[in-house]
Antibody, heavy 116, light 106 residues
Framework: QVQLEQSGAEVRRPGASVKVSCKAS????????IHWVRQAPGQRPEWMGW????????QYAQKFQGRVTTTADTSATVVYMALSSLTSEDTAVYYC?????????WGQGTLVTVSS | DIQMTQSPSTLSASVGDSVTISCRAS??????LAWYQQKPGTAPKVLIS???SLKTGVPSRFSGSGSGTEFTLTIRSLQPDDFATYYC?????????FGQGTKVEI
């Protein structure tokens, strides 16, 4: 079955960067894009962007352009999302997800806390 | 960006009730809509995709309908486990967007 397993919680200082991983299994890794969505405390989820692991193409929400980078390691079936210049407003749970046969599959989430 | 608006924001109900949550898109999304259930500290759980397709394993008391810009999620015979926050999400075009959520409470 489709599974997306994310890395553990992170704590960063303002101005730092964070990198979250998402290991995919149960499907052909290069055939489906992986998306990143974050959810700040008490807020609705917010889409950040996607990567096509098959060719490395990416697309990001305008809000995050210049600050987010996603990469894929096809041999390990892992996607990474790096976010730089962190502020307290980036404190959120970050999720990876994909869309297979029009059905979303989500990772369990990674809590990123930005605090001085 | 496509705006997703849910109503109501909060819904008070009792076990055994039938409830309906509405979701409106600011422009047509055909049937590219998912419904989620979320409980505190957990990832959103997919209930329905393509507006009306129940995900395997989700109880049949959940149903979705609609197309274009108007969608509904209905929960028949509400169970104690159903008290949670529900979100709609469009995946017709980027950026994907979510409704603000509907909290179903006792």
């Amino acid at each position: 079955q489709v599974q997306l397993e994310q890395s553990g919680a992170e704590v960063r200082r303002p101005g730092a960067s964070v990198k979250v991983s998402c290991k995919a299994s149960g499907y052909r890794f290069t055939e489906y894009a992986i998306h990143w969505v974050r959810q700040a405390p008490g807020q609705r989820p917010e889409w950040m962007g996607w990567i096509n692991p098959g060719n490395g193409n990416t697309q990001y929400a305008q809000k995050f352009q210049g600050r987010v980078t996603t990469t894929a390691d096809t041999s390990a079936t892992v996607v990474y999302m790096a976010l730089s210049s962190l502020t307290s407003e980036d404190t959120a749970v970050y999720y990876c997800l994909n869309l297979i046969v029009a059905t979303p599959y989500w990772g369990q989430g990674t809590l990123v806390t930005v605090s001085s | 960006d496509i705006q997703m608006t849910q109503s109501p924001s909060t819904l008070s109900a009792s076990v055994g009730d039938s409830v309906t949550i509405s979701c409106r898109a600011s422009q047509t999304i055909t049937t590219w809509l998912a419904w989620y259930q979320q409980k505190p500290g957990t990832a959103p759980k997919v209930l329905i995709s393509r507006a009306s397709s129940l995900k395997t394993g989700v109880p049949s008391r959940f149903s979705g309908s609609g197309s274009g810009t108007e969608f509904t999620l209905t929960i028949r015979s509400l169970q104690p486990d159903d008290f949670a926050t529900y979100y709609c999400q469009q995946y017709n075009s980027y950026p994907w967007t979510f409704g603000q959520g509907t909290k179903v409470e006792i």
